[in-house]
């Protein structure tokens, strides 16, 4: 099973791709994830990275097709992944039904939609522990102390991307380079689209529905 959740920042794929990874029992593969380590690692693809990043931008296509095929050939993702946050050009599109068309291809784009109000709203008010990175939210999952991780202390602080005149540069590329994507995808037969602002279950029943044929 190879799957792609499709959608801007702040449309919950990070979320719902952790569901979906316990339930079928297959590896996430977040472009997100992969930058911040190396980010915190300082190695020279995290500082490349960060300069983007902080900014709002996208990391270039070659530096991201890189990262991201390597992890879908390692031994443990051979059965399948999710990719989240990847592709979000038609050039990694390209790259990717190159590197894993013998294989079958991708199975299944979901495009998960989400009025531009509400990801600026979600976005803006994200928290995370510099500790532990467990992710809060200020109004629907703040910590039970101002400021401070429930699970180990930490400080929470808000990522640079997710400052407000930040998302809003993040929203307008994603119309502007990702949304052709789902004419790519159309186009193959694969895509199918969601509405996800609903509860994080409510998403889940319906990403579970449309994995299953809309059954």
């Known amino acids: 099973m190879k ?13 719902q791709g952790d569901r979906l990874s316990k339930r079928f029992g297959i590896n996430k593969i977040s472009t997100g994830d992969l930058f911040r380590y190396h980010r915190n690692q300082s190695t020279e693809l995290g500082i490349l990275a960060s300069n ?47 590197e894993i068309g013998d294989s079958g291809g991708i199975d299944l784009v979901i495009h998960m939609v989400v009025d531009r109000e509400e990801l ?59 949304e052709p994507l789902v004419e790519y995808y159309k186009e193959s037969g694969k895509l199918t689209e969601i509405n996800a602002d609903g509860t994080p279950l409510v998403v889940e029943l319906l990403l579970i529905s449309a994995l299953n044929g809309g059954n």
């Open 120 to 178: 600026i709203k979600r976005l803006s008010g994200r928290q995370v522990c510099r500790n532990c990175q467990a992710p809060y939210h200020t109004d629907s999952a703040p910590s039970k102390m101002p400021g401070k991780c429930d699970l180990c202390g930490g400080r929470l602080y808000q990522r640079e991307d997710d400052r407000p005149k930040v998302v809003d540069n993040r929203l307008g590329i994603y119309s502007k380079e990702t």
């Open 52 to 98: 983007y990043m902080d900014k709002g931008e996208y990391v270039p296509d070659n530096v991201t097709i890189g990262m991201v095929i390597e992890s879908i050939e390692l031994p443990e993702n051979s059965k399948g992944f999710i990719l989240d946050g990847f592709p979000r050009t038609i050039a990694q599109a390209t790259a990717l039904d190159n």
């Open 3 to 15: 799957i792609i959740l499709m959608g801007p920042p702040g449309v919950g794929k990070g979320t």
